[in-house]
């Protein structure tokens, strides 16, 4: 019985050792080499008084308000049935609230997490008018912004292309 004890603790040991300590260290320092922006959180960075500064996450939505900023879902979390009569009537105020008749309905829902970093490219060319407005700048200057924040692919009917809300706020902020 206390040879089977033994054994038994030596074989937990070891196996914390290789897949709790090893292997996690692996893991980590090939994520680190290979990836070493993703791994890291794809952090944003900037130069503000001579410090580089964390802005934001890639990966992370964030919530503007001012006219002049892009806006993207909304930031409060819904682990709300697509069909239940709170999610349509949070849906039909967000509309209500809305400048435009037809909203994508990206603008009116929230996400399950409250942070998506990305809205579809059709709620952000929805709100060209309102911020070109807001910056005195042509539609054409907000287009060019927001296509060159698009990421993702499109092949045939599959579409996963979208719009990375800080990216185009930031473009937006460094063309004034």
Do not use: W
């Not at 074989?11 to 090893?22: A, N």
């Not at 070493?36 to 308000?65: D, H, M, R, Y």
């Amino acid at each position: 019985m206390k040879k089977i004890m033994i054994t038994s603790l030596k074989s937990i040991l070891l196996f914390t050792i290789i897949c709790g300590v090893i292997y996690t260290a692996a893991v980590t320092a090939v994520g680190q080499v290979l990836f070493p922006t993703q791994a890291n959180g794809s952090l944003i960075k900037e130069q503000k008084s001579g410090k580089t500064v964390v802005t934001g996450s890639k990966l992370i939505g964030q919530t503007f308000t001012e006219a002049k900023y892009l806006h993207g879902r909304s930031d409060q979390v819904s682990q709300l049935s697509p069909v239940s009569k709170e999610q349509k009537t949070r849906v039909e105020k967000r509309v209500q609230e809305s400048d435009k008749k037809q909203v994508p309905i990206d603008l009116v829902t929230a996400s399950a997490s409250g942070v998506d970093p990305e809205i579809s490219i059709e709620a952000a060319m929805t709100q060209v008018d309102r911020i070109a407005a807001a910056r005195n700048m042509k539609n054409s200057q907000v287009h060019a912004i927001i296509k060159q924040n698009i990421s993702g692919v499109k092949i045939g009917p599959v579409d996963s292309q979208r719009v990375n809300v800080l990216g185009v706020n930031q473009s937006l902020d460094k063309s004034e």
